[in-house]
């Protein structure tokens, strides 16, 4: 099986722009998960979307958010960027649960 | 959710046994561990998983004492290659939500 796909893998935005992340799950995962990595924070949680519903969310502000298509994809989108917001964007997708989770590659943005 | 706490970093050399143990004193019950590698600028790639007992497969054992609250990643005979940045990941299956630790650092040296 292919493993998960996130695009773009780079992104260079301004502040205060709007950005949209993709995501295409494993084949035949329904779950996909959203992580942010940064130096200072580590891995954190965003969201978790289930058959095109959010089903958790994390500490992070409502300018994150996410949604999910009937074939699993997913879109996270962050608007009014800020600096703090460049990190290393990560999703993840698990079959039913999030016991096991399997990580894209990642795109990173970096927010000037 | 589980509070999670693993050495920062690690040195080994070739050939050696590596033991990282992750602390997840308040892990609950339904919570299951979870431990990825990570290069760098890439994803974490799944190591091994478990929830209680001993867990082995081709790469790794992970090491889970009754009482849960701590595990122990097993690397046996590492190479230069296992150089990266190991994470432990607790994820709670009532919540949906995952926690993971700020992760170990290990350097393999020949």
């Known amino acids: 099986k292919a493993g998960v796909t996130q695009t773009p893998r780079y992104l260079i935005k301004t502040r205060g722009q709007q950005v949209t992340l993709s995501c295409s799950p494993i084949s035949g995962h329904r779950s996909v998960s959203w992580y942010q990595q940064t130096p200072g924070q580590g891995l954190q949680f965003l969201f978790e979307?289930?058959?095109?519903?959010?089903?958790n969310k994390g500490n992070f502000p409502g300018r994150f958010s996410g949604r999910q298509f009937s074939n699993s994809r997913s879109e996270m989108n962050v608007s009014t960027l800020e600096l703090g917001d460049s990190a290393l964007y990560l999703c993840?997708?698990?079959?039913?649960?999030?016991?096991?989770?399997?990580f894209g590659p990642g795109t990173r943005l970096l927010v000037l | 959710l589980a509070k999670i706490t693993q050495p920062i970093s690690m040195d080994s050399y070739e050939g050696q046994e590596v033991n990282i143990t992750c602390s997840h004193n308040n892990i609950a019950t339904n919570d299951y561990i979870t431990w990825y590698q990570q290069f760098p600028s890439q994803g974490p790639r799944f190591i091994i998983q478990g929830y209680k007992t001993k867990v082995t497969n081709e790469v790794a054992s992970l090491f889970i004492p009754a009482d849960r609250k701590s595990s122990t990643l097993s690397l046996p005979r590492v190479s230069l290659s296992d150089t990266a940045v190991y994470y432990c990941l607790v994820v709670n299956t009532n919540a949906g939500k995952s926690t993971f630790g700020d992760g170990t650092t290990l350097t393999v040296k020949p």
């Open positions: 979307y289930f058959s095109e519903t959010q089903r």
């Open positions: 993840a997708s698990t079959d039913r649960g999030m016991e096991t989770q399997y």
